[in-house]
């Protein structure tokens, strides 16, 4: 069973630039989060899709920053205009249908953006 | 802010000795409680979780030990190894709404030193 899938692992964009990161979550993982690690920081979380569906994007800029989950293929963090303060490494994660009190979340290997 | 607060930093550790992080967390919602292991240029990794309905959970050389009323828990790694140097993350969430994110602290980097 495949883990996370995440795509490209590396990518480099000069400032202005449009940035896409692909994920594949797990077989049978309906819930796919997006979140971005800052050099030294933690995590942080962006925003939370299901198929065709944002349920929370309370960590997502108001601008440049859009996701989406179709109901065929990966989730897609796209981010235009990029700037140099978009350079992290942005994880995703997925969990199968939801259960009350919390649930696992599994993580792919992360796409390490760099701006130029 | 920082909903998940974590300390140490940094720690160095002989082989064969504990090593113990700690987290504090404030927003009295939250109901589960997972530690991460991440390795330099991977994704993080579940180790051990726990729920608020438990005091300590233990899996193998892990153990999270949870203070409901300090709203304190923390990661103990026994017989600690080089191989358990890697950076680890706490993490808490909460059901409200349908939505489970992570909310994570800024990690911990753990050298075990042979």
């Known amino acids: 069973n495949a883990g996370v899938m995440q795509n490209p692992r590396h990518l480099v964009r000069r400032r202005g630039q449009e940035a896409r990161l692909r994920c594949s979550p797990m077989k049978g993982h309906s819930h796919v989060y997006w979140y971005r690690q800052l050099p030294e920081e933690g995590l942080k979380f962006m925003v939370y899709l299901q198929k065709e569906n944002i349920i929370d994007e309370s960590g997502m800029p108001k601008e440049r920053f859009s996701a989406e989950f179709p109901k065929e293929g990966p989730s897609i963090l796209r981010i235009q205009q990029v700037v140099r303060g978009d350079s992290a490494a942005y994880f995703c994660?997925?969990?199968?249908?939801?259960?009350?009190?919390?649930?696992?979340?599994?993580f792919g290997p992360g796409t390490r953006l760099t701006v130029l | 802010q920082q909903q998940v607060k974590q300390s140490p930093q940094s720690l160095i550790v002989q082989k064969g000795g504990i090593s113990i992080i700690n987290c504090a967390y404030e927003n009295t919602a939250f109901d589960y409680f997972p530690w991460y292991q991440q390795f330099p240029g991977k994704g993080p990794a579940l180790l051990i979780a726990?729920?608020?309905?438990?005091s300590e959970k233990k899996e193998g050389r892990f153990t999270i030990s949870f203070n409901k009323s300090a709203k304190q828990f923390s990661l103990h790694i026994m017989d600690s190894q080089p191989g358990d140097s890697a950076t680890y993350f706490c993490?808490?969430?909460?059901?409200?709404?349908?939505?489970?994110?992570?909310?994570f602290g800024t990690g911990t980097r753990l050298t075990v030193i042979p």
């Open positions: 994660a997925s969990s199968p249908r939801r259960l009350a009190g919390g649930n696992e979340q599994f």
């Open positions: 993490a808490a969430s909460h059901d409200q709404t349908g939505a489970n994110n992570l909310f």
């Open positions: 726990i729920r608020p309905d438990v």
